[in-house]
Every structure is written in structure tokens, then in C-alpha cells.
């Protein structure tokens, strides 16, 4: 997106001022949409969401207005990141989450973000041999680019048609007067807050807390941004971009997928922690590296551990809410996470357009991730999930 924003005419500043509008206007509709998703209905808040993909796609491909593209970041669902940031995540971590066991949990979430980041790995593959053969075909780098971001927005309706044909089971039911616990008594709409939550109102607000810090470091080097580094410092094409992140989104998902079975003998925070902190040392050596091919294994190693701490992080903040909170904390820890993303890349924009401090994003994002490691650690290693309370 950042190579395509800069073949529209955008500076570098401008680049990373929209991306940043990008984040905060996703980050305004995901709050509405998972903090109420649980009342209104899960499925008809997903297909709110593709169709507010779709809106964004196409019109990031119909114009090069700035003020245009403004209003596609800030309504629209898209992200710069290589990452979702929509509100779909949320709610399909609280679906999940209803319909399988704590103990399987963890697993499911390994499964569904690996998934997802083959998906990931795939689409930055097709993107970025498609843009190279429409340029080699005739097509200009503008022309091929907008193409691709149409694309985004055709998936759209594909996502719209699937989340059409969603289950029931995917709903809240409400219990009847003789299901209800009669130990635990129920929560009335005056004691939800607005947030949609209740009785884990304060664990959730400080995991977002802490969520946010992770992700304001690491909107330092979102994807579209750290493949314009090696588009700048390398002077890399777009067809090798493409290759080079369709292999470390494979390394991610497989890195989360051994989550699950780290977990499982060191627990959900431990594994958060101790390989969160390896993957931000690699991080900052990214930019030391004194050629490609160092750069890129250096970046494929982080990756190959940078992720066992989605699913665990995921599924840490499922077990520690009620059912009826799950799609609201998936919902405001995936905002904050966007709040702190949103605000990183416009600083990031001026320190890219000055060639003396190309690197010092890596070196910001690893440190602040250090600090938020530690501080997780700290504030969390205490309160374990229901299924590892037994050890």
C-alpha cells in the first residue's frame, strides 16, 4: 500500500499520515461494531464488516484524491499493516472460544491463525507477481499497483457471501431462568458497561493497556512500511517484496502453530514472553545488516518466532472473561492494539524520507516491545487461565 500511495504522488510524510488515519478510522468501527456485536448479533456485525471492506477497496482504487482516499481509510475497513485490524478477528475469536473446550482453546486458535497467515503469505505472493506481470506486460507500476488494491475490495464480496452462510451456533444464547447459575448472579443491561463488559472490566483495560504499548512499537514496522525500507535501501522489485513476505508470513503461521504446544507446558504468558523477546532482538538487527540476503534472513528468523504470541495472546484473553464479554474484550484489546499501531507510522514516514535514520524504526519498535514483555510478565505471570490452574 505504501508503494502504491507513493506512485499516486503522496510523500513520504502524507504516506505515513494515512496510514495512520487508516488504523484510527478502522479502529473507530471495530469498536462500535465488537462492543455490540454480542447484543445486535455476531453475524450481522461480520457482514457490516465486509461490506465496509469492499467500500475501502474500491474507492482506494477509483482515486488518487487525498481527501477521497481520507474518507475510505477513516469509514472503510482496510489495513496497511499486512495484518488485520477490522472487526472481524474479534468476533470470530469469541465464536470459537463459545464452541470448543478451554483445553482445546489454545490449539484452535494455532490452527486459525495459521490459517490465516498462509492466507497472509499467499496474498502477499499473488499481489506482488501480479503487479510485476501487469508492469511487464505494459501496464504502469500505477496502473498494475491499482489493480492489485482492487482486488482487496473484490475479495470483499467473497468474505460477505461466506459470513452469509454462518451458523446460529455462533450467537449468544441467553439462558433461561432455570439454566442460569444459581450461585452467580445475573448481569442486568445497568451493570454492562458500555463497553459491553461487566465483572472483567479491569483485566481487560489493562491487557489493552499493555496490548496497545506492543502494537504502537510495532506500527513502526508494519509491513507495507518495512517493504518500502527494502524498496528504498535495497531498491528491491515488487515481485521479489512479494516472495520475500509470502515466506515470512509462512514462517509466522507455523511459528504460531507451535504456540499451542509451548504452551501447554510453560503456559499461556510464559510463552507470550520468552519468544517475544528473541524476535525483538532480531528485529533490531534487520537494519545492521550489510546486504539483502542478511537482511532477509535476519527478518525470516524474527518471523519464525515473532508470532507465538498471537494465539496464546488471543486465547489468554478469552479465559479470562464471561462468554457474553468475549466479543467486547476481543473487540477493545484489538482496538487499543489498533490506537497504538495508528499512531507509530507517521513518525515512521519522516524518519523513512531521511536516509540517515532508515534504521531507527527497527531499533524503537524492538526496544518498546522489550519494555512491554516485561511489564506483561510482570503484571500477568499471576493469574493463569481455568486450564492451567490445576498446575
Known sequence: MAIYLAQLGLKEAQIGLLLTLTLLGDTA?????????????RKRMLLAGAAL?????????LTRNFYLLLLAATIGVISPSGYEVGPFLSIEQASISQLVPDELRTRLFAWYNLAGSFATATGALVSGLLAQQ???SGLSPLSSSRIVVLGYGVIGFFLLSLFTGLSPAVEIVKPTVREKDPGRSSITQTQRSSLGLHRSQKIVLRLAALFSLDAFAGGFVVQSLVAYWFHVKFGVALGVLGSIFFAANLLAGISALSAAWVAKRVGLINTMVFTHLPS???????????????????????FSI?????????????AMVDPDERSAAAGIT??????????????????????LLLGLPFFISGGLKIVYDLALYRSFRGLRPPEEREY
Open 280 to 302: 525483538n532482538v532480531l528485529l533490531m538487527l534487520v537494519p545492521l545488516m550489510p546486504g539483502l540476503s542478511l537482511a532477509v534472513t535476519v527478518l525470516l528468523l524474527r
Open 29 to 41: 468501527v471495530s469498536l462500535w461494531i465488537t462492543t455490540n456485536a454480542d447484543r445486535i448479533g
Open 134 to 136: 501487469l508492469q511487464n
Open 334 to 355: 484489538g482496538v487499543a492494539r489498533t490506537i497504538g499501531a495508528s499512531l507509530a507510522p507517521v513518525f515512521s514516514g519522516v524518519f523513512l524520507s531521511n536516509p
Open 306 to 318: 515473532s508470532q507465538m504470541d498471537v494465539p496464546t495472546r488471543q486465547s489468554y484473553t478469552m
Open 53 to 61: 471492506m469492499i467500500f475501502a477497496g474500491v474507492l482506494f482504487a
